[in-house]
Nanobody
Framework: QVQLVESGGGLVQAGGSLRLSCAVSPRTFSRTAMGWFRQAPGKEREFVAAVNWSGGYTDYADSVKGRFTISRDNSKNTVYLQMNSLKPEDTAVYYC???????????????WGRGTQVAVSS
C-alpha cells in the first residue's frame, strides 16, 4: 500500500521560511512524479509545485514561483518543498501527492497524504 506522510508545517511570520517533507513508500517513489498542493479555508485545493521522477523537471504555480523550491531525494524516498518569503496568503493545509494520472498540475493523482498545516502571520 502506498503511504505518503507530510511533515514540517507550522506557524511562521511573514517573510519567514519553512521546509515541508513528504516521505513515500519506497517501491512507488522512484518511479513517479510528485506534486504539492494546498487548500486554504473556504477555497478549492490548488496546485503549488511538481517534480518529475528524476528531479530534472519542475513546475510551479505563478503565485509561488521564485519563492518555493521543490526537490526530491530518491535515496531517502522523500520530496521537499522549501518555502521562502512566506506571505499570509500562503496559509493553507499542504498536501503531497504521488502517481499522477493526468497533467501534473491537475489534482489527478492516485495517492495523497493527509496534509500539514502552514500558517503565516502578518
Amino acid at each position: 500500500q502506498v503511504q505518503l506522510v507530510e511533515s514540517g508545517g507550522g506557524l511562521v511570520q511573514a517573510g519567514g521560511s519553512l521546509r515541508l517533507s513528504c516521505a513515500v513508500s519506497p517501491r512507488t517513489f522512484s518511479r513517479t512524479a510528485m506534486g504539492w498542493f494546498r487548500q486554504a479555508p473556504g477555497k478549492e485545493r490548488e496546485f503549488v509545485a511538481a517534480v518529475n521522477w528524476s528531479g530534472g523537471y519542475t513546475d510551479y504555480a505563478d503565485s509561488v514561483k521564485g519563492r518555493f523550491t521543490i526537490s526530491r531525494d530518491n535515496s531517502k524516498n522523500t520530496v521537499y518543498l522549501q518555502m521562502n518569503s512566506l506571505k499570509p496568503e500562503d496559509t493553507a493545509v499542504y498536501y503531497c501527492a504521488a502517481v499522477p494520472s493526468g497533467p501534473i498540475r491537475s489534482s489527478q493523482y492516485d495517492y495523497w497524504g493527509r496534509g500539514t498545516q502552514v500558517a503565516v502571520s502578518s
